[in-house]
Antibody, heavy 123, light 110 residues
Framework: EVQLVESGGGLVQPGGSLRLSCAASGFTVSSNYMSWVRQAPGKGLEWVSVVHSGGNTYYADSVKGRFTISRDKSKNTLYLQMNSLRAEDTAVYYC?????????????????WGQGTLVTVSS | QTVVTQEPSFSVSPGGTVTLTCGLSSGSVSTSYYPSWYQQTPGQAPRTLMYSTNTRSSGVPDRFSGSILGNKAALTITGAQADDECDYYCVLYMGSGIWVFGGGTKLTVL
């Protein structure tokens, strides 16, 4: 069974840093596209970042240059390093597995989600 | 900046049919955007409903269907039930490793 468990959220001051973790089971993180999606309180979903199975990484403009996505093959875990945090980064952060391409077809959807971890940026 | 548009809210009667749409601020949505749809109840993680325009995720009842209608992606719910009342999000793949979510539609069943 595929399972994703996020951790590392909490209260941080503006300008501070935080690292989120997403421990996976039931599949291999490094063999899949993996993504972070966030949701500010009372707002909609916002795509944040993706790491491809080959290692390429991509970011939303709102976090580019401040956030870094990475993974640890030995721990089967996805990470999001968040620096220079702003009040507008306050959100629940979800990790999600991305169904990419296979068998001549592409899907490019978020097929499994964690339960999320709350990040609050406030003084 | 590309904006993905969704109706902010929609209402449907129990047993009725409703079609939610997902468009672009500029241009038309096609299957090349790999539109997918997610259902979210308050306090819960999103649940995948539909992907690649019209493929239902495992366990999703067949009263949910996806399509391209005109220049938008669409999610149709036939025979709406009370527990369909929640938020629905679409997301489009823009290429170059980038996805953009729509603002979501709050569906009321009454």
């Amino acid at each position: 069974e595929v399972q994703l468990v996020e951790s590392g959220g909490g209260l941080v001051q503006p300008g501070g840093s935080l690292r989120l973790s997403c421990a996976a089971s039931g599949f291999t993180v490094s063999s899949n596209y993996m993504s972070w999606v966030r949701q500010a309180p009372g707002k909609g979903l916002e795509w944040v970042s993706v790491v491809h199975s080959g290692g390429n990484t991509y970011y939303a403009d709102s976090v580019k240059g401040r956030f870094t996505i990475s993974r640890d093959k030995s721990k089967n875990t996805l990470y999001l390093q968040m620096n220079s945090l702003r009040a507008e980064d306050t959100a629940v952060y979800y990790c999600a597995r991305v169904s990419d391409c296979g068998g001549g077809r592409c899907y490019l959807n978020f097929d499994s989600w964690g339960q999320g971890t709350l990040v609050t940026v406030s003084s | 900046q590309t904006v993905v548009t969704q109706e902010p809210s929609f209402s449907v009667s129990p047993g009725g049919t409703v079609t939610l749409t997902c468009g672009l601020s500029s241009g038309s949505v096609s299957t090349s955007y790999y539109p997918s749809w997610y259902q979210q109840t308050p306090g819960q993680a999103p649940r995948t409903l539909m992907y690649s325009t019209n493929t239902r995720s495992s366990g999703v009842p067949d009263r949910f269907s996806g399509s391209i209608l005109g220049n938008k992606a669409a999610l149709t719910i036939t025979g709406a039930q009370a527990d369909d009342e929640c938020d629905y999000y679409c997301v489009l793949y823009m290429g170059s490793g980038i996805w953009v979510f729509g603002g979501g539609t709050k569906l009321t069943v009454l």
